[in-house]
Nanobody, 114 residues
């Protein structure tokens, strides 16, 4: 239902753009978000965007990451700049929908080398 892509291996200081495409059967998304989970750590919120366009970022993401969406393409993006080794994690996309359980993407691996 949610297909994430765009992860990869990048050197510290580099950039990546993650994408998350929602299938045609998903409607009425009220909250879209990116989470990440590093080995041995809990899943944490990276950023979210609400249906009205309001955004929120975790402190570690402020000034480096930008969340956006293309409603026509039903695609969520995460532009990540100035990447650090501490950003290494599996990044998962999330869609909160009215009237049903939220959707999670399968995750895309981001690895930042020093």
């Amino acid at each position: 239902q949610l297909q994430a892509s765009g992860g990869g291996l990048v050197q510290a200081g580099g950039s990546l753009r993650l994408s998350c495409a929602a299938s045609g059967s998903i409607f009425s998304i009220v909250r879209s978000a990116w989470y990440r989970q590093a080995p041995g750590k809990e899943r944490e919120l990276v950023a979210h965007i609400l249906s009205g366009g309001e955004t929120h970022y975790a402190d570690f993401a402020k000034g480096r990451f930008t969340i956006s969406r293309d409603n026509a393409k039903k695609t969520l993006y995460l532009q990540m700049n100035s990447l650090k080794p501490g950003d290494t994690a599996v990044y998962l996309c999330y869609a909160g929908v009215i009237g049903t359980s939220p959707y999670w993407g399968q995750g895309t691996q981001v690895t930042v080398s020093s």
